[in-house]
């Protein structure tokens, strides 16, 4: 990879950060004021403009904001009105458990899109496949919350095998990891199968074929890596899109993560603890997108900049 | 797998005659023993549930003898080879017949037994070679992948190798062309790197489907050179797919010359040259720049187009464009002996009436 290429991307993903911090920051403020929020609505006057002169709302939108930009350069995220104390400690604390959802419903999504994908590619028109096309289908278009609902219904209510809400066990983690992983998988199964078909069929393949190779390794050497790139694709959107899909979800099976907080936080206009959610939640974006550019360069080599001269 | 059968070096069988199935070819095989054919194939029909692409197709191929299968596009040359390897793909199957290599029977065979037999005792070269490599994958580890499979070495032993015979096809600087990707070498590297890769386990049979057809003349020539050398270093059995006279006339020993899924005419590469016997041989002839001269200086051509499968007509299929069909033709011709060492299937064999 050539500087020029991690520079470019570097440079592009200051830009979406601050966008994004900025767009949040103006929208926060415009709708609506913390302090009417936060005190009874029988405050005196006198009192709600203490408040804003503390917390500093008292300033024009652009001092408020310079002095916002000025803090976050050293590393300061702002003070949480709710918790009083600094909005970054108040976001850190539920990041674990936000992480353990994410990355449980990753597994599911690879595992069950992957794994799905791949043998509906090879066992194209038989039973399988056909399950597998009517799951992505019924995953597809199911909102994860109601799926969510359903789950609760079935499972904590009816049969009485897992735990509706809360933490603690992996019996905990199965519902809201079913939940959030269900729609994400069958979208990677379906391009995984769709992409494999078209490979498949390439020519390149039968070569592998006429070579005598076994056939699990002309799937895994040869079809995989070429069916690779839309399968990353969609993989990087997935994985951008498990955080927003975790506030909906950690709502459902009050799951007190990163996407809870935000949803209190919101209603409660807080409006550090806010900003900073949204720009760990742009940051992780940013970061996964990068992974996915390296993952291209590295999956087909015509892909990149930087590349050797070999030319014949 | 016991595919175990003498080498035998190419001098002593290079002119043999491919013999074609029926009983007169296995009689003519019991009086004069010749070495064991390296591929023998016999009574070979493939198409889909629907129709017929390839007829009742018989070859045989010695030790270090070129077969060439000549024809117009469509006539089945590229089936009868995938069919010989066995990579017939769905809708399309062999619908009977046998493949025979080096006297076991290939057909019927399971994929995982086919597999041991692929790229060890018989290799592939491909149309398009840029195509036929795997795009992602460095081309010496694509040849190395042969080794590894099949004799089990271990990664950096097979990557030398494979170095090693990208030497062997003509690859100048070979350590650091083995380490690009397909994208960045010509087609006739590329093609080169196919070669190199059905080489790699020395096998007894090479079956090359139109290998030098999307390379510029030049690279054709020394690819065809280089394809020669090598036959005649291991002494392998080589069956050349091409619709070009001109490369025909470079390499083969022996030719088949197919028409509308069928064989219409074979025999030595000299006989049929000289004295072409069926007419639609006569018309491939007459096609050939060379012929530009006799004819008056106008290139001649074969009127119509091969009828595709379905509509192929009743007996003879190339009555509809020959200009010597007459009701006889309407009964499906038999190959029969035809002068000293050709078999042609018409009613009405020769230059002559």
């Known amino acids: ?312 | 797998m016991s595919l175990s059968v003498t080498e035998n070096g190419g001098a002593g069988a290079t002119g043999a005659v491919a013999h074609l199935g029926g009983a007169t070819a296995a009689l003519a095989a019991q009086r004069n023993p010749a070495p064991q054919p390296v591929l023998e194939i016999e009574g070979l029909t493939v198409g889909t549930d629907r129709v017929d692409l390839v007829l009742d197709v018989s070859l045989r191929v010695a030790p270090g003898e070129t077969l060439c299968l000549v024809g117009e596009s469509g006539c089945g040359k590229s089936l009868t080879c995938l069919a010989a390897m066995g990579l017939l793909a769905a809708p399309v199957r062999r619908k009977a017949g046998s493949v025979r290599l080096s006297g076991v029977e290939l057909s019927g065979l399971g994929e995982r037994r086919l597999r041991q037999v692929r790229g060890r005792d018989m290799a592939m070269i491909f149309q398009d070679p840029v195509a036929s490599l795997n795009p992602v994958q460095r081309v010496g580890q694509q040849v190395a992948e042969a080794l590894r499979v099949h004799e089990a070495l271990s990664q950096k032993a097979a990557s030398r190798r494979a170095v090693e015979l990208f030497d062997k096809v003509g690859i100048a600087e070979p350590a650091r062309r083995a380490d690009a990707y397909p994208h960045e070498l010509s087609g006739g590297m590329c093609q080169r790197v196919m070669i190199a890769m059905a080489l790699a386990c020395r096998p007894r049979l090479i079956v090359a489907d139109e290998a030098t057809t999307a390379l510029d003349v030049t690279t054709q020539a020394q690819i065809l050179r280089l394809m020669k050398a090598l036959q005649e270093e291991i002494g392998t059995a080589m069956v050349f797919v091409t619709h070009d006279l001109g490369v025909v006339a470079e390499i083969a020993d022996s030719v088949a010359v197919m028409y509308s899924g069928r064989i219409v005419e074979t025999g030595s590469v000299d006989g049929v040259f000289d004295a072409p016997a069926h007419p639609y041989t006569q018309g491939l002839m007459d096609c050939r720049l060379h012929a530009l001269a006799a004819a008056g200086g106008r290139l001649a051509a074969i009127s119509g187009s091969v009828p595709r499968p379905a509509e192929r007509p009743s007996g003879c299929a190339f009555r509809t464009r020959c200009p010597k069909a007459s009701l006889p033709c309407e009964r499906l011709p038999m190959l029969a002996p035809f002068g000293a060492s050709q078999r042609v299937a018409c009613h009405f064999p020769g230059r002559a009436t």
Do not use: C
């Open chain 1, 1 to 312: 990879m050539s500087p020029r290429f991690v520079l470019t991307k570097l440079l592009r993903a200051l830009l979406t950060l601050a966008l994004a911090v900025t767009f949040v920051f103006v929208v926060l403020r415009m709708s609506g004021d913390p302090v009417t929020q936060m005190l009874p609505d029988d405050a005196p006057a006198s009192v709600r403009e203490q408040y804003r002169e503390m917390w500093g709302l008292d300033r024009p939108l652009p001092e408020q904001y310079l002095r916002y930009v000025a803090g976050l350069a050293r590393g300061d995220f702002g003070f949480s009105f709710r918790d009083d104390r600094p909005a970054l400690d108040v976001v850190l604390e539920r990041v674990p458990l936000t992480l353990e959802l994410g990355l449980s419903a990753l597994a599911l999504t690879l595992g069950l899109g992957l794994g799905a994908g791949i043998l509906a590619a090879l066992r194209r028109g038989s039973t399988v496949d056909h399950a597998t096309m009517a799951f992505t289908i019924l995953g597809h278009s199911m909102p994860n919350f109601f799926l969510g609902i359903l789950l609760i219904l079935w499972l904590a209510m009816t049969w009485r095998i897992l735990p509706s809400s809360g933490v603690g066990t992996w019996q905990h983690l199965v519902m809201p990891t079913v939940t959030l992983g269900t729609s994400y998988a069958a979208t990677v199964a379906r391009f995984t199968r769709s992409s494999l078909l078209e490979v498949l069929h390439q020519p390149y393949m039968r070569t592998a074929k006429a070579k005598g190779v076994p056939f699990g390794r002309t799937i895994l050497r040869h079809a995989l890596p070429n069916a690779g790139i839309p399968i990353a694709t969609v993989v990087g959107l997935r994985i951008g899109a498990l955080i927003g899909g975790a506030v909906v979800v950690e709502t459902v099976f009050a799951w007190p993560g990163v996407g809870q907080l935000l949803v209190s936080s919101v209603a409660y206009r807080d409006l550090a603890v806010v900003q900073t959610v949204v720009l760990l939640i742009a940051f992780t974006m940013v970061v996964v997108n990068f992974l996915v550019d390296i993952t291209y360069g590295w999956l087909d080599p015509r892909i990149g900049a930087g590349r050797r001269e070999a030319r014949a």
